[in-house]
């Protein structure tokens, strides 16, 4: 049985666990250098041993662990005399023997699934193992302290590795509170922006320039510049293929169709030439020449569907010999002029086109993308959140959720899972995070190799431990006291 779980993260105490608890952080943090001056040889011995043992295998009683206890320690001899000098042709450091105090303990299966990351703690990979979780070379095994041996592969079943380590899930209650904020903060931004455009903008654009390479905000900033020029360019490409003077000549008939032929202007034309609305009075002037046609009168052309205003408008660019001889010599001269302007205001479009998608395209060197005096105008004020409707109907609380950058409640996109979701690993995670040598790991499927038994080298030891060489050379000597 292994020891009782009481005061494991005592702040008082101040012991350090192999977990990746919060408090067990904070005890790190704030551990200090243990002192042996005032310690006769005995405290000393015992002072180390209370350290070490608190950290390696706090769960296995004292008795079982001395039978686990092995004095002979594992590590690597130099045994040719070219290496036994670094390449600065200094002496290699001295490999560090009584680290290997306690690497029996790291082939066991439950610390090999917490040093592989599946597990939080220790205990909880225990218990991931006595629930039936675990196999070993695909056998479900039920015994923590298995013995591996060089070539095991083992895994864990996915799902608990995502809730061991993963962050918290929150209560409905808290998430809508969360949300909240979220919403109060998001309306005020858009109330600045709005109110001040392009100082918003601007100071959007200096916050991710300032930011490091290796941030993540910066590298999915710059993945997404790269993503938007791409689809600029794949935009100016449509753009440009579109752009001709069938193109043009359908976007007046549809206008003509729709609004009548009396009272247009230039302005009516501005939704055809978008890229740059000065050429709206060049496609006026086309529109002026066109009605003279008999067949653009508004009176034909209102009650036509928009596929049988393109197929007229491709006639009337590439009339049949029959069309032709049909026309009066008055509608042939108003095509031609027609057609004439329209090949011209293609060109000038074509040169709108590129010169407009230049402006807009973001630098990637200087991470910045010009200012949209648009961009503004898009953003939605959200929805205040009524937490005393919604604590109730979780489904109902998801819908009200729309803020750009989550369409849901607050760490609850998945409401069945037991974790954070979408996931995100636990806080404080990153410091406690050691990939050890002897393990072969892969996170995506939560399968690791257990490669060799941990042995020290010149300088190293492969078993992890957040105590110096003076504290295992002290435990060591307790537990040898015997002669062992």
């Known amino acids: 049985m292994p020891r009782k779980a009481t005061l494991l993260n005592s702040l008082s105490r101040g012991r350090i666990r192999t977990s990746y608890n919060k408090y067990n952080f904070f005890n790190l943090y704030k551990k200090s250098k243990v002192d042996f001056k ?24 004292e008795g079982r662990w001395q039978q686990f206890f092995d004095p002979k320690l ?28 306690y690497a029996v303990l790291e082939k066991r299966l439950d610390f090999a699934l917490f040093r592989a990351m599946f597990a939080s703690s220790v205990r909880q990979a225990r218990q991931f193992i006595l629930h039936g979780y675990v196999k070993v070379n695909g056998v479900v095994i039920k015994h923590p302290g298995m013995t591996l041996k060089p070539g095991d592969l083992f895994s864990v079943k996915p799902a608990k590795v995502l809730q061991a380590m993963g962050a918290k899930k929150l209560s409905l209650l808290e998430a809508l509170k969360v949300d909240k904020k979220q919403v109060v903060l998001w309306n005020k931004y858009v109330k600045e922006a709005k109110e001040n455009s392009r100082e918003v903008w601007n100071k959007k654009m200096e916050k991710f320039k300032d930011l490091d390479e290796n941030d993540p905000k910066k590298i999915k900033f710059m993945e997404f510049l790269k993503m938007y020029n791409k689809s600029l360019e794949s935009a100016q490409y449509n753009d440009l293929k579109n752009c001709s003077p069938e193109y043009f000549l359908n976007g007046i008939i549809s206008i003509i169709a729709k609004e009548g032929s009396n009272t247009l202007s230039a302005k009516n034309f501005e939704s055809i030439v978008e890229k740059d609305i000065k050429l709206s009075q060049e496609v006026f002037k086309c529109y002026q020449d066109l009605l003279k046609l008999d067949e653009l009168a508004y009176e034909q052309l209102k009650e036509k569907k928009p596929a049988e ?10 009339p049949s010999k029959n069309n032709k ?10 095509i031609r002029t027609a057609l004439h302007q329209l090949s011209t205001l293609t060109k000038q479009y074509e040169t709108a086109i590129i010169e407009h998608y ?27 959140i ?23 409640v607050f760490g609850r996109q998945e409401p069945s899972k037991p974790y954070f979701t979408p996931w995100k690993p636990r806080p404080f995670l990153a410091p406690l995070a050691i990939l050890p040598h002897h393990l072969e790991i892969s996170f995506k499927t939560c399968n690791a190799v257990y490669l060799r038994d941990p042995v020290a080298r010149p300088g190293h030891s492969e078993v992890i431990s957040p105590f110096d060489i003076p504290i295992h050379e002290r435990a060591y000597m307790y537990y040898i006291r015997k002669g062992k």
């Open 38 to 61: 005032s310690k006769t040889l005995f405290q000393q011995k015992w002072t180390a041993k209370q350290e070490t043992r608190a950290y390696h295998g706090e769960h296995i009683t």
């Open 309 to 318: 205003l393109k197929e007229l408008a491709h006639k009337l660019m590439s």
């Open 358 to 384: 230049k402006t807009i395209k973001a630098s990637e060197n200087t991470s910045t993308i010009p200012f949209d005096p648009q961009w503004a105008q898009r953003l939605q004020y959200h929805d205040a």
């Open 74 to 101: 594992a590590s690597v001899a130099q045994l040719d005399a070219s290496l036994r000098r670094s390449a600065s042709s200094k002496p290699l450091s001295p490999t560090p023997f009584l680290l290997q105090t």
């Open 325 to 334: 001889e049909a026309l009066s010599e008055s509608s042939k001269k108003s």
């Open 386 to 408: 009524k937490i005393e409707e919604l604590q109730e109907d979780e489904k109902k609380a998801q819908q009200a959720i729309n803020l750009p950058w989550q369409r849901h």
